[in-house]
């Protein structure tokens, strides 16, 4: 096991009381000025400082960064990273190079910053040959200044509110969501250094389930036929694949005995070991004991990812939204910053899938330490502290970008599953298949094999 | 006055509220939205009790899976569910 | 749910052009279907009554603009008919030819219209990527990507460049590899059409000397057409190296009399089904009446009947593979 | 005696002589015969028993100045030949009897036929305007028709001319 690079509260707690120490200098200026000004001493702002440097508040600030510094990480980081490794891995698959800007290609930028000597040169080579990474920021940029349109005939408290609803239920999923052993928001740290968090897994399940009301919502309230049908489909569609999700795990819980994601995460650092009952047991060193490798859970693991693909709608089943056939489908009616919610946040829904089969299914954040360099602790000045030459969070978000990519992988190269076919394999494969795993979970279980 | 009061009395409010809203409201979507935010303050209530899977599977199954299910039962067999502009012939 | 009517058109992404399936649907199931077209009809046979034969072929490109020379050549076939006018040997091989590349590329357009259908966008630029060698050859031979105006009545506009056959030869070497892999990304549903390859049965031009097998499948679904068109293209690389290695030399063209006294007409295989031209001459030097029968005209007569009992999903699935250009199906 | 022949001697032998306008061969495998209005569903309904002609490639309307005339091209299969059947129509009572009944393909060519031309195909199920707006009042295709373009087309043939 690896040590994390971000101690999460560690860091808020520091820079909150940073940022509320500035605040108390300008409070004691005052307070000096006030004095000087004849006020009685022990002066008017002396509670108030004390207040603003008091441990309740700087907690409360401290919550407050740490749940921005997340959401910040996972939203403007990993979405934008995500969107780009998308466009530029189907346009490999499509025979083309994708997105190309660079900040060469930009006419004012050349003849601004790129007149700058030493520092502007990147901007001064007159070229069409970036990488393109900017684009998702400016295609964000330009969903910005777009008008938001309310169709007319559109019941406009609930057709605002769904994005609301929307947003709230993806982002509460990265609430629940650990990246390492220190960058967490959920969860509380034992005296012996351990993370727990017991109900983690069930929260984010609990996150997942929200969206096929708001995608509900968001179709009937734009008054469209379209966006009505998609939004059916898209609750029929996340509802049946809800069950197979839940019951995948749950064959993963009987087996692994926990919910706490920490918990799993550490059962699957430990090298791969087979309990054979009467037999002993097998340990294959080499190898993680991530539950892929369990020859019962492999099943469960599979159809945790087909329906993790259904639940943030990508193609092989993105029906609710088949452009060919209902324009956009639920999303139709929305536009400007509206349309970038509903449509970015079904990229974070995916990178959150992502995470959760990583710590479910691939060792979570567990990978090799090669070396470690000692730094001192921001938070705790003077405690030196390893940090990992490759951290935690290096391993955890190689493994979402390497799961993503096999969703871009398999959604460019097949066509889409039509809705009563989606909803077949749904109800009459992945069902079974899950109750298949759980059966055969708790056999082993009982049985003490693997 | 506890925090952890005011709280109660905040989800408490809220939830009837919302359940008067959830029999009140003329439309079908409507109604399903408050049951679902009276479903969600309980699972709130749930959690001030420190009935944290409760309240959990409270969200997964009934915020989650309820509503829609009753407005699928309903969708699919009333006669009419959205307003259909007016005809132009 | 309730029953109701959804416009699939004038502007959606099902219906690649200027025309409006109405579909009436219970839940996702379709109830009934109802084609409204004449969005983009231009008068096509009253404009060509007003215009010499000759300068109509310039018109009967602009049917269809992925498929122009099968259109043309259809109609120089009708007005020969009239005529009694013998195409010289060479003129009727290179007619095949540029009549094969032609129906290639449109079905490679097809393909690629039909990919994002599916959802599979991915085949929209593989297939385009193909189209684009078909072109360059079409451009070789015609000098024209698009419109190419290449069928004259009494041959063709102008002879094939020397080394022709040593390019054709090269992509469709290149493309008979590359079809395999376009074969392996597509799968889909159901329906039914008769295929009947006019080419055998009515031969015309070069091709009765022409030693091919008509692409059939009996199903008659989407899938069905989808297989036929693939084969088409396979027998259409098999045809253009047969013409070209059999190849006459000789005059490409016979000048044809200004003036037609009597009626004609010619049927072809287009690349989407049978086309029809039928031409009267009254004397002058400008058609009396012309009559054109556009394939998807009378396939898309018959969406209700493929429609009904389908899922709104098919809809796109099965309108996708008529291959509906609205340019020649509104006239 | 090929197919042709076989065609025309069962024409002549179920109807008559007489009741055709003429009757000839056009070319290899292609019938053409000219008829009256009232003979065309008896006719159609014949050749479509008799010799299996399968399919109704088109249906095209011509206007004769004196009379219409609504051109069938019908195809067998089966036999590989083809029939045009050209039915006349007088010009001030453009009436002919519908043959969806015997090809359902008929529907939209008739509708066309009725739409830029302006004969009423009797016992059609839905004879309205396919190509052109429903109000639209003329039927372009006839000759009384005015055609812009030729007026444009003459004068620019006389300006080039001299």
């Given at each position: 096991?690896?040590?994390?690079?971000i101690?999460?509260?560690g860091?808020?707690y520091?820079?909150a009381?940073?940022?509320?120490?500035?605040?108390?200098?300008?409070?004691?200026?005052?307070?000096?000025?006030?004095?000087?000004?004849?006020?009685?001493?022990?002066?008017?702002?002396?509670g108030?400082i004390?207040?603003v440097?008091?441990?309740p508040?700087?907690?409360?600030?401290?919550?407050?960064?740490?749940?921005?510094i997340?959401?910040?990480?996972?939203?403007?980081?990993h979405?934008?990273i995500v969107?780009?490794i998308e466009?530029?891995?189907?346009?490999?698959?499509?025979?083309?190079?994708?997105?190309?800007?660079g900040?060469?290609?930009?006419?004012?930028l050349?003849?601004?910053?790129?007149r700058?000597?030493?520092?502007?040169?990147?901007?001064?080579?007159?070229?069409?040959?970036?990488t393109?990474f900017?684009q998702?920021?400016?295609?964000g940029v330009?969903?910005?200044?777009?008008?938001?349109?309310?169709?007319a005939?559109?019941d406009?408290?609930?057709?605002?509110a769904?994005?609301?609803?929307?947003?709230?239920?993806t982002l509460?999923?990265?609430?629940?969501?650990?990246?390492?052993d220190?960058?967490?928001i959920?969860?509380?740290?034992l005296p012996n250094?351990?993370?727990?968090n017991?109900w983690?897994?069930?929260?984010i399940?609990?996150?997942f389930?929200?969206?096929?009301?708001?995608i509900l919502i968001?179709?009937?309230?734009?008054?469209?036929?379209y966006?009505?049908?998609?939004?059916?489909?898209?609750?029929?569609?996340?509802?049946?694949?809800?069950?197979?999700?839940?019951l995948?795990?749950?064959?993963l819980?009987?087996?692994?005995?926990?919910?706490?994601?920490?918990?799993?995460?550490?059962?699957?650092?430990a090298?791969?070991?087979?309990g054979?009952?009467p037999?002993?047991?097998?340990?294959i060193?080499?190898?993680?004991?991530?539950?892929?490798f369990?020859?019962?859970?492999?099943?469960?693991f599979v159809?945790?990812?087909i329906?993790v693909?259904?639940?943030?709608?990508?193609?092989?089943f993105?029906?609710?939204?088949?452009?060919?056939?209902?324009?956009?489908?639920?999303?139709?009616?929305?536009?400007?910053?509206?349309?970038?919610?509903?449509?970015?946040?079904?990229?974070?829904?995916?990178?959150?899938?992502?995470a959760l089969?990583?710590?479910?299914?691939?060792?979570g954040?567990?990978?090799p330490?090669?070396a470690?360099?000692?730094?001192?602790n921001?938070?705790?000045p003077?405690?030196?502290?390893?940090?990992?030459?490759l951290?935690?969070e290096?391993?955890?978000?190689?493994?979402?970008?390497?799961?993503?990519?096999?969703f871009?992988?398999i959604?460019?190269?097949?066509?889409?599953?039509?809705?009563?076919?989606i909803?077949?394999?749904?109800?009459?494969?992945?069902?079974p298949?899950?109750?298949?795993?759980?059966?055969?979970?708790?056999?082993a279980r009982?049985m003490?094999?693997? | 006055m506890?925090?952890?009061?005011?709280a109660?009395?905040?989800?408490?409010?809220?939830?009837v509220?919302?359940?008067?809203?959830?029999?009140?409201?003329?439309?079908?979507?409507h109604?399903?939205?408050w049951?679902?935010?009276?479903?969600?303050?309980?699972?709130?209530?749930?959690?001030?009790?420190l009935?944290e899977f409760v309240?959990?599977?409270q969200?997964?199954v009934y915020?989650?899976?309820?509503?829609?299910?009753?407005?699928f039962?309903?969708?699919?067999t009333?006669?009419?569910?959205?307003?259909e502009?007016?005809?132009?012939? | 749910?309730?029953e109701?009517?959804i416009?699939?058109?004038?502007?959606?992404p099902?219906t690649?052009?200027?025309?409006?399936?109405?579909i009436?649907?219970?839940?996702?199931?379709?109830?009934?279907?109802?084609?409204e077209?004449?969005y983009l009809?231009r008068?096509?046979?009253?404009?060509?009554?007003v215009?010499?034969?000759?300068?109509?072929?310039?018109l009967t490109?602009r049917l269809?603009?992925?498929?122009?020379?099968t259109?043309?050549?259809?109609?120089?076939?009708?007005?020969?008919?009239?005529?009694?006018?013998?195409?010289p040997?060479?003129?009727?091989?290179?007619?095949?030819v540029?009549?094969e590349?032609?129906?290639?590329?449109?079905?490679?357009?097809?393909?690629?219209?039909?990919?994002?259908?599916?959802?599979?966008?991915?085949?929209?630029?593989w297939?385009?990527?193909?189209?684009?060698l078909?072109?360059?050859?079409?451009?070789?031979?015609?000098g024209?990507r698009?419109?190419?105006?290449?069928?004259?009545?009494?041959?063709?506009?102008?002879?094939?460049?020397g080394?022709?056959?040593k390019?054709c030869?090269k992509?469709?070497?290149h493309?008979?590899?590359k079809?395999?892999?376009?074969?392996?990304?597509?799968?889909q549903?159901?329906?039914?059409?008769?295929?009947?390859?006019l080419r055998?049965?009515d031969?015309?031009?070069?091709?009765?000397e022409?030693?091919?097998q008509?692409?059939?499948?009996?199903?008659g679904?989407s899938?069905a057409?989808?297989?036929?068109?693939?084969e088409?293209?396979k027998?259409?690389?098999?045809?253009?190296?047969?013409a070209?290695?059999?190849?006459?030399?000789g005059?490409?063209?016979?000048?044809?009399?200004?003036r037609?006294?009597?009626?004609g007409?010619?049927?072809?295989?287009?690349?989407?089904?049978?086309?029809l031209?039928?031409?009267?001459g009254?004397?002058?030097?400008?058609p009396?009446?012309?009559?054109i029968?556009?394939?998807?005209f009378?396939?898309?007569?018959?969406?209700?009947?493929?429609?009904r009992g389908?899922?709104?999903?098919?809809?796109?699935?099965?309108?996708?593979?008529i291959?509906?250009?609205?340019?020649?199906?509104d006239? | 005696?090929?197919?042709?022949g076989?065609?025309l001697a069962?024409?002549?032998d179920?109807f008559?002589?007489?009741?055709?306008?003429?009757l000839?061969?056009v070319?290899?495998?292609v019938?053409?015969?000219?008829i009256?209005?009232?003979?065309l569903?008896a006719?159609c309904t014949?050749?479509?028993?008799k010799?299996?002609?399968a399919?109704?490639?088109?249906?095209?309307?011509?206007d004769?100045?004196?009379?219409?005339?609504?051109?069938?091209?019908?195809?067998?299969?089966?036999?590989?030949?083809?029939?045009?059947?050209?039915?006349?129509i007088?010009?001030?009572?453009p009436?002919?009897?519908?043959?969806?009944?015997?090809?359902?393909?008929a529907?939209?060519?008739?509708?066309e036929?009725y739409?830029?031309?302006?004969?009423?195909?009797d016992?059609h199920?839905n004879?309205?305007?396919?190509l052109?707006?429903k109000?639209?009042?003329?039927?372009?295709?006839?000759?009384?028709?005015?055609?812009?373009?030729?007026?444009?087309?003459v004068?620019?043939?006389?300006i080039?001319?001299?």
């Amino acid at each position: 096991m690896t040590g994390a690079l971000i101690d999460l509260f560690g860091w808020s707690y520091a820079l909150a009381s940073f940022l509320l120490w500035i605040g108390a200098q300008l409070l004691g200026l005052g307070n000096w000025i006030s004095l000087q000004l004849g006020a009685p001493s022990p002066g008017p702002l002396e509670g108030m400082i004390g207040f603003v440097t008091g441990a309740p508040l700087t907690s409360l600030v401290a919550i407050i960064l740490a749940i921005n510094i997340l959401l910040l990480w996972a939203t403007a980081f990993h979405l934008l990273i995500v969107m780009w490794i998308e466009r530029k891995m189907y346009s490999r698959l499509q025979d083309r190079r994708g997105i190309m800007l660079g900040l060469g290609s930009s006419e004012i930028l050349r003849n601004t910053l790129g007149r700058i000597p030493l520092i502007g040169r990147p901007f001064r080579k007159a070229s069409h040959l970036g990488t393109g990474f900017l684009q998702t920021v400016a295609d964000g940029v330009k969903l910005f200044q777009k008008e938001v349109i309310t169709p007319a005939s559109a019941d406009k408290w609930m057709f605002h509110a769904a994005p609301v609803m929307i947003a709230a239920s993806t982002l509460f999923l990265f609430i629940a969501i650990p990246w390492s052993d220190g960058f967490w928001i959920m969860g509380s740290r034992l005296p012996n250094g351990d993370v727990v968090n017991p109900w983690g897994v069930l929260v984010i399940l609990g996150a997942f389930s929200v969206a096929p009301l708001s995608i509900l919502i968001a179709g009937w309230a734009s008054n469209n036929k379209y966006t009505l049908l998609g939004g059916m489909r898209a609750a029929a569609q996340l509802m049946s694949y809800e069950i197979p999700m839940v019951l995948s795990i749950i064959a993963l819980v009987v087996f692994a005995g926990t919910l706490d994601p920490f918990q799993l995460v550490r059962q699957q650092s430990a090298p791969l070991t087979f309990g054979l009952g009467p037999f002993g047991t097998v340990q294959i060193p080499w190898l993680p004991n991530w539950y892929i490798f369990n020859p019962i859970l492999w099943i469960a693991f599979v159809v945790f990812f087909i329906t993790v693909i259904a639940e943030a709608e990508r193609i092989p089943f993105d029906i609710p939204e088949a452009e060919a056939e209902l324009v956009e489908g639920w999303t139709t009616e929305y536009s400007g910053m509206r349309f970038g919610i509903v449509f970015g946040f079904k990229w974070l829904r995916a990178i959150a899938g992502a995470a959760l089969i990583a710590i479910l299914f691939l060792g979570g954040w567990s990978g090799p330490v090669f070396a470690q360099v000692w730094i001192p602790n921001i938070a705790s000045p003077g405690n030196l502290w390893p940090i990992p030459i490759l951290p935690q969070e290096f391993w955890f978000t190689l493994k979402i970008y390497a799961i993503f990519v096999v969703f871009v992988w398999i959604g460019w190269s097949v066509p889409r599953v039509r809705i009563d076919q989606i909803l077949n394999i749904g109800w009459k494969r992945l069902l079974p298949l899950s109750l298949l795993a759980i059966l055969l979970a708790t056999l082993a279980r009982g049985m003490g094999w693997f | 006055m506890d925090l952890e009061v005011v709280a109660f009395l905040i989800l408490s409010g809220l939830e009837v509220g919302a359940a008067v809203m959830t029999v009140t409201a003329k439309k079908l979507v409507h109604n399903v939205f408050w049951l679902a935010v009276t479903l969600i303050t309980i699972a709130g209530i749930y959690l001030l009790f420190l009935a944290e899977f409760v309240a959990w599977i409270q969200i997964i199954v009934y915020a989650g899976a309820v509503p829609v299910l009753f407005l699928f039962g309903i969708m699919l067999t009333r006669r009419k569910i959205m307003e259909e502009p007016h005809e132009s012939q | 749910m309730a029953e109701m009517w959804i416009n699939m058109g004038p502007q959606h992404p099902m219906t690649h052009g200027l025309w409006n399936l109405r579909i009436k649907v219970d839940g996702e199931t379709i109830v009934d279907a109802e084609p409204e077209i004449g969005y983009l009809h231009r008068g096509y046979e009253k404009i060509m009554e007003v215009r010499e034969f000759q300068k109509n072929v310039v018109l009967t490109d602009r049917l269809c603009y992925v498929s122009s020379i099968t259109w043309s050549h259809c109609y120089c076939l009708a007005c020969e008919a009239a005529m009694d006018l013998d195409v010289p040997e060479r003129g009727k091989y290179l007619r095949v030819v540029s009549n094969e590349l032609q129906r290639i590329a449109s079905h490679l357009m097809w393909l690629a219209a039909y990919g994002p259908d599916l959802g599979l966008l991915t085949a929209l630029l593989w297939a385009l990527r193909e189209r684009e060698l078909f072109l360059d050859l079409l451009q070789l031979i015609t000098g024209a990507r698009m419109n190419q105006n290449y069928p004259r009545i009494g041959g063709v506009r102008n002879d094939a460049p020397g080394d022709f056959e040593k390019y054709c030869a090269k992509v469709i070497g290149h493309f008979r590899k590359k079809l395999g892999e376009h074969e392996k990304v597509f799968e889909q549903s159901k329906l039914f059409q008769v295929r009947i390859d006019l080419r055998k049965l009515d031969p015309y031009d070069a091709y009765p000397e022409m030693d091919f097998q008509p692409a059939v499948e009996q199903e008659g679904d989407s899938y069905a057409r989808y297989k036929v068109r693939v084969e088409e293209m396979k027998t259409s690389c098999d045809i253009i190296l047969q013409a070209l290695h059999k190849m006459p030399t000789g005059p490409y063209r016979v000048k044809p009399p200004r003036r037609i006294e009597g009626e004609g007409f010619r049927r072809t295989e287009d690349s989407r089904g049978e086309a029809l031209f039928y031409v009267i001459g009254d004397g002058d030097d400008r058609p009396y009446r012309v009559k054109i029968r556009s394939p998807v005209f009378s396939n898309i007569a018959a969406a209700p009947l493929m429609m009904r009992g389908n899922k709104v999903a098919d809809v796109v699935a099965i309108m996708g593979s008529i291959d509906v250009c609205v340019g020649e199906m509104d006239k | 005696m090929g197919i042709e022949g076989e065609v025309l001697a069962g024409l002549k032998d179920r109807f008559g002589e007489p009741s055709f306008r003429s009757l000839a061969i056009v070319r290899d495998r292609v019938v053409k015969i000219v008829i009256d209005r009232k003979d065309l569903v008896a006719v159609c309904t014949f050749l479509k028993s008799k010799f299996d002609m399968a399919h109704l490639s088109s249906i095209a309307a011509v206007d004769w100045r004196d009379h219409f005339e609504s051109v069938y091209h019908l195809t067998s299969w089966s036999r590989n030949f083809m029939v045009q059947i050209n039915a006349w129509i007088p010009h001030d009572d453009p009436h002919i009897d519908s043959v969806v009944p015997l090809w359902n393909g008929a529907n939209v060519h008739e509708r066309e036929a009725y739409d830029l031309m302006g004969i009423i195909y009797d016992g059609h199920p839905n004879l309205t305007r396919i190509l052109l707006p429903k109000d639209f009042e003329f039927f372009p295709l006839r000759k009384d028709f005015p055609q812009e373009v030729d007026r444009q087309y003459v004068s620019r043939r006389k300006i080039g001319g001299g």
